[in-house]
Nanobody
Framework: QVQLVESGGGLVQPGGSLRLSCAASGIIFSINDMAWHRQAPGKQRELVASITDGGSIIYADSVKGRFTISRDNAKNTAYLQMNSLKPEDTAVYYC??????????????WGRGTQVTVSS
């Protein structure tokens, strides 16, 4: 069974930085897209950033220039470096990935989320 586990969330002041990690574990043959989504209270979940196995990247307009997504394929891990954080970045951040596991078929997996709170 494949699992995605996020870490690195917490409370930070406006203008501060956090680095989120998403580690995939289990029987993994390959991972294609990895992405970060977020959901603020009372709002729909939205895509923050995604990265393909080839390194192509997409960012939401709201985070361009402030957030950087990256991945370490050898560690099956994705990262989200978040700088210049704003109160409106407060949300639960979820990792999502397309993973080929024991059945050699790609399936969509989600982590349980990590809370990011930006407040003074």
């Amino acid at each position: 069974q494949v699992q995605l586990v996020e870490s690195g969330g917490g409370l930070v002041q406006p203008g501060g930085s956090l680095r989120l990690s998403c580690a995939a574990s289990g029987i993994i043959f390959s991972i294609n897209d990895m992405a970060w989504h977020r959901q603020a209270p009372g709002k729909q979940r939205e895509l923050v950033a995604s990265i393909t196995d080839g390194g192509s990247i997409i960012y939401a307009d709201s985070v361009k220039g402030r957030f950087t997504i990256s991945r370490d394929n050898a560690k099956n891990t994705a990262y989200l470096q978040m700088n210049s954080l704003k109160p409106e970045d407060t949300a639960v951040y979820y990792c999502n990935a397309g993973v080929s596991g024991a059945n050699r078929r790609f399936s969509d997996y989600w982590g349980r989320g990590t809370q990011v709170t930006v407040s003074s």
